[in-house]
């Protein structure tokens, strides 16, 4: 049994490590049964998910369950490692439920989530911890059985912390238990927030890590407690080496982890059906802070994480500057907006009449917002809806509640459905560009081209005439949220634009009425603009630039007629970019690698020599600071 044997724990850098962890803002939304993988970000993910009645749990209950072989049920937080195929920047994590009876419990609902990411470093080793091909686990469990891969784990590898993501609730998912099965193989999106998605180096391993914030008791049955069930392929009982072989792996190299009670290994077992309270404290998880210090491990009670992978999907995109959304797709008429960098509130409302309905107008918190795109369709009677409206940065700030409100000119017959959702880095001067829609009585529908410029965002809503149509997207699309209605179904998904034109498409499993729109959201520019007096405090008084940030270039404008260079750094003195200047030129570009948003750069000025005219003389640098 693993005894003194010693993990890779993660790396802590004390109070500076702490004080550096990112405390972003995360949303969870329900995205139902169906979800389209889509080549333009989900290229790191394991589509499989175990079908048997088996499960992994997520788990943070004040009241732990003692067990008969000796300990307490422990607390759970759980995840799963991958590696980055690009550079590229973490947008959202895409995590399904399990097929078992216990995937949502109903006090799940509504608990706060949070999402852990971390870098790994060194190679993974599997210990088979004593316990060869035909061996029993000497962990003690599957007792009678010749499961000798239940007990392995890795070592040499370490967990260095990257951040931690709070402020997600879990999802409306029909609960499985304690009784139910509408919650089960359910996708959920774990979306970050623009400002604080994590970037990725291509070859590097990673891991997400999936917990409940607090912890829950909610009575003396362990029926009653809070916890979630994740869908996973579980290969431990599989009579194989101890190899991460690509035909039993989901995912190939990946596997899950998971972080357990104080984090002893093995737990303290007294066997025997009579509770000792004296071992609750190993069950539980440290508050504050030192709970996310614990590092993850693969093994655990009653089996190990070694061979498991989850049903999971990464969304990425190529630029923390791209159009991305900040908070979250939501249903129902309020939202209440977060700060963020040239946000945009889109409004989408679908509804199913006996009439055909006139939207006269959309307001959020008393502003006027703007009409993107409508159509509807109408066959038999009756119709069906939809349309999108749009809200500026100062109309989002201007507003007075966060309630949205439907004036109609010719009212539905039916009640609306309506799904909103802030987005940032949006054009404030032209939120949106091109426009399509197409309605018809058939299962597949698509727009026509939408033209785009790459780091533009383009959405698409579609509605059906029937309350339990499934909806598929095509065209790399993925789809974010589902609502039902009085006699329709509804859903909205979006694609980081290419930079080529694309048409939305979408096939509907019901053949009644639909409608299609889509859209385009521009991408900001990213303009830099400093004034002197924000840089009093440097010992140089600096030259006045202005600078834009655009596709990766750096375009610095006003260089003084005598300027002989510039270069730029990083805050620790690499040198990010340089470029000498051999004939004036009142604007340069220069290609920067990419950064981390929230980054200082310095931005150098080297003038000529009064002598030479040529020589840039050290004394007469000027410095700036660029802030990203």
Same mark, same amino acid.
């Given at each position: 049994m693993r005894g003194n044997i010693q993990y890779g724990m993660m790396t802590l850098l004390g109070t500076a490590l702490m004080a550096s962890v990112i405390y972003a803002d995360l949303t969870m939304n329900n995205l139902g049964k169906?979800?389209?993988r889509n080549t333009w970000s989900t290229d790191i993910y394991a589509e499989k998910a175990y079908r048997g009645d088996g499960v992994m749990s997520v788990r943070n209950n004040e009241a732990p369950q003692w067990k008969d072989k000796g300990y307490y049920q422990r607390s759970r937080d759980c995840g799963q490692t991958f590696t980055a195929t690009k550079d590229c920047v973490l947008d959202a994590v895409i995590i399904r439920t399990s097929n078992s009876s216990k995937a949502v419990f109903k006090n799940a609902i509504g608990q706060p989530m949070f999402m852990?990411? =971390?870098?790994?470093?060194?190679?993974?080793?599997?210990? #088979?911890?004593?316990?060869?091909?035909?061996?029993?686990?000497a962990h003690g469990f599957g007792v009678g059985q010749?499961?000798?891969?239940? #007990?392995?784990? =890795?070592?040499?590898?370490?967990?260095?912390?990257?951040?931690?993501?709070?402020?997600?609730?879990?999802?409306?998912?029909?609960?499985?238990?304690?009784?139910g099965t509408a919650g089960k193989l359910a996708y959920v999106r774990c979306d970050f927030t623009g400002e604080h998605e994590i970037e990725l180096k291509s070859g590097h391993r990673y891991a997400f890590m999936l917990g409940f914030t607090n912890p829950t008791d909610f009575g003396p049955l362990y029926e009653d407690q809070c916890r979630i069930g994740i869908s996973m392929e579980n290969f431990a009982s599989a009579k194989e080496p101890p190899d991460l072989t690509v035909d039993l792996t989901p995912y190939a190299g990946g596997f899950s982890i998971r972080r357990e009670g104080d984090g002893t290994l093995p737990p303290t077992m007294i066997p025997g059906a009579t509770p000792q309270p004296h071992l609750i404290p190993e069950a539980m998880f440290a508050a504050g802070a030192a709970r996310y210090e614990l590092s993850p491990t693969s093994d655990g009670y009653p089996d190990v994480d070694t061979y498991r992978d989850w049903n999971f999907y990464l969304e990425v995109k190529e630029s923390r500057d791209d159009?991305?959304?900040l908070d979250g797709w939501r249903k129902g008429a309020a939202h209440r907006a977060v700060d963020g960098s040239n946000r945009a509130l889109v409004v989408a409302v679908g509804v199913e009449s006996d009439v055909v309905p006139s939207l006269s107008g959309v307001t959020y918190g008393g502003e006027e917002m703007r009409p993107v795109i409508t159509d509807s369709i109408i066959d038999g009677g009756n119709s069906a809806f939809i349309a999108f409206y749009v809200l500026n940065d100062t109309g989002i700030r201007r507003a007075s509640d966060p309630a949205i409100s439907l004036s109609w000119s010719a009212s539905p017959t039916k009640s609306p459905?309506?799904?909103?959702?802030?987005?940032?880095?949006? #054009?404030?001067?032209?939120?949106?560009?091109?426009?399509?829609?197409?309605?018809?009585?058939?299962?597949s529908l698509e727009t026509g081209m939408l033209t785009n410029d790459t780091g533009d965002m383009v959405l698409a809503s579609v509605i059906n005439g029937s309350t339990d149509?499934?909806?598929? =997207?095509h065209e790399d699309f993925s789809e974010l949220i589902e609502a039902t209605g009085e006699g329709s179904c509804y859903a909205v998904a979006q694609k980081i634009a290419p930079g080529t034109a694309v048409k939305s498409r979408v096939a509907v499993s019901s053949g009644n009425?639909?409608?299609?729109?889509?859209?385009?959201?521009?991408?900001a520019e990213q303009n830099i603009t400093r004034h002197a007096d924000e840089f009093a405090a440097l010992r140089n008084s600096p030259v006045l630039l202005s600078a834009r940030l655009h596709s990766g270039m750096l375009t610095i404008q006003n260089i003084p007629s005598d300027a002989a260079a510039i270069s730029v750094h990083t805050l620790s003195g690499r040198l990010v970019a340089t470029t000498a200047i051999i004939e004036h030129s009142n604007a340069i570009a220069l290609e920067l690698p990419r950064q981390r948003a929230g980054s200082i750069l310095l931005v150098h000025?080297?003038?000529?020599?009064?002598?030479?005219?040529?020589?840039?003389?050290?004394a007469g640098i000027r410095t700036i600071l660029l802030l990203r």
């Open positions: 169906n979800y389209a852990q990411l =971390f870098e790994i470093t060194g190679t993974p080793t599997i210990n #088979d911890n004593g316990t060869p091909y035909g061996s029993e686990p010749k499961m000798h891969r239940c #007990d392995d784990y =890795f070592e040499n590898i370490t967990f260095t912390s990257i951040g931690v993501a709070h402020g997600a609730t879990f999802p409306d998912i029909a609960p499985t238990y304690p009784s159009v991305a959304i459905a309506i799904l909103s959702c802030l987005y940032q880095n949006v #054009d404030q001067s032209t939120l949106t560009g091109e426009t399509g829609s197409s309605s018809a009585q058939t299962t149509a499934g909806f598929a =997207f009425r639909s409608v299609l729109t889509g859209f385009v959201l521009h991408k000025l080297m003038r000529k020599s009064g002598l030479s005219g040529s020589r840039a003389e050290s």
